[in-house]
């Protein structure tokens, strides 16, 4: 993800490429794994910003809240729905690939939507009951990564202005993945 002009994403088409090339992988299954780790990142993401949102409010009130924070939070929230829409439909199994979504493309080039019903159909597999023990490993990881990154502002903060605040680090990891967002 570095070599791209956003460090946190950009870097899917090389990883997927790199899956590929090592270790046989075919496209289809390598952008898969990239759309299961990207969702099951988004949703841990999402919490992290819900929090510190919070976080933000009681700390600061409701009036201290910018239009443009307002709006941003708006566009999480919108955001979150589509995750909530995606959960949704892979619970239930249903494609979203073949829902009304996507029907305007499903006429026009059907290689494409059979492509992505093939990705759609790897994340259902991975999402299905028996594989529970993975998906709730995968969770635990990312909500590894996110602890740890909350730890890192936690001692940035301690470094810059010799205390520990928990809340402040919670709010600066929170606003910085809202201007990723951006």
Known sequence: SYITPVA??????????????????????ALSSIFIDKFLEAAVWIVVLFVSAVVFVFHSGISSLSSA??????????????????????????????SFFFRPFRSKNSGI???????????????????????????????????????????????LVKVFSFSASLMALGFSYLSYMA
């Open 113 to 159: 939507t059979d492509f992505l019903q093939e990705i759609e159909d790897d994340f259902f597999m991975f999402f299905s009951p028996t594989n529970k023990k993975y998906v709730l490993g995968t969770i635990k990881l990312a909500l590894l990564k996110y602890v740890l990154l909350w730890g890192r502002n936690v001692f940035l903060i301690f470094y």
């Open 8 to 29: 946190y994403i950009g870097g899917e088409l090389f990883r997927g490429q790199m899956l590929r090339d090592k270790y046989g992988v075919s496209l289809q299954k």
């Open 69 to 98: 924070v307002g709006a941003s939070l708006v566009s999480v929230a919108f955001f979150s729905l589509f995750l909530v829409l995606v959960y949704f439909f892979s619970v239930k199994r249903k494609s979203l690939i073949k």
